[in-house]
């Protein structure tokens, strides 16, 4: 049973262009959404997050959307990059002041072309 | 920056063998997690350590084991390893796990420790 679905396994943009990557959830109890990014070898990063109290958080060219209603989230990457390129992780927790057991997704990989 | 240090890197061992994995976490934090990672899955949560006591548990065989030391690193250890064990294996840390809904209390991975099991 995937709590945290990314139903999108591949995306490809050109450089300079919108990257928009989604995330579903089911489990209600979610309260904290992050993205993570990563490369190959090498462990996820952290990239932006939101907690379920807002609806938008914006990083640079990163920003996060959260619609509880629709238990949907997507991050807008503007302008994309070449580096940009890797792989994007949606990941979820929930219980209120419990600790960080994420729930990931299972990753969506954005390709920015030049 | 210091980040979050793992060792070994890459391990290979046969089935039935032990392993045991090590992570450091980022200096200041008190709780690591530790995450596998099997080929093309998401990475699932297995066990997270808070102040050197077990904090959560999540889809963790039997067959493994983990525990904090007092300097805060970790060690996961595998016993009577099977094929299904071979995967990428994560440590996290964070600083005080309570402060999720002040919206820091974002998890920095260490680059996994690769494990194949013959």
């Known amino acids: 049973d995937q709590q945290v679905k990314q139903n999108s396994p591949s995306l490809s943009v050109q450089e300079g262009r919108i990257s928009i990557l989604n995330c579903d959830y089911t489990?209600?109890?979610?309260?904290?959404f992050l993205w993570y990014k990563k490369y190959p070898a090498e462990g996820p990063t952290f990239l932006i997050s939101?907690?379920?109290?807002?609806d938008k958080n914006e990083d640079g060219r990163f920003t996060v959307f959260l619609n509880k209603s629709a238990k949907h989230l997507s991050l807008h990457i503007v302008p994309s990059q070449p580096g940009d390129s890797a792989v994007y992780f949606c990941?979820?927790?929930?219980?209120?002041?419990?600790?960080?057991?994420?729930?990931f997704g299972k990753g969506t990989l954005l390709t920015v072309n030049p | 920056a210091a980040g979050v240090i793992q060792s070994p890197r890459h391990l290979i061992k046969e089935k039935r063998e032990t392993a045991t994995l090590k992570c450091y976490p980022i200096p200041r934090h008190d709780t690591v997690y530790w995450y596998q990672q099997g080929p093309g899955q998401d990475p699932q949560f297995l066990i997270s350590f808070y102040e050197k006591m077990q904090s959560d548990k999540g889809s963790i065989p039997d067959r493994f084991s983990a525990q904090q030391f007092s300097d805060y690193h970790s060690e996961l250890n595998m016993s009577s390893l099977e094929l299904g064990d071979s995967a990428l294996y994560f440590c996290a840390s964070s600083a005080s796990w309570g402060r999720v809904a002040e919206g820091t209390g974002e998890l920095f991975f260490g680059e996994g420790s690769r494990l194949t099991v013959l």
């Open positions: 990941a979820a927790s929930g219980g209120g002041g419990s600790n960080y057991k994420l729930t």
């Open positions: 939101i907690s379920s109290i807002k």
């Open positions: 489990n209600s109890m979610f309260d904290y």
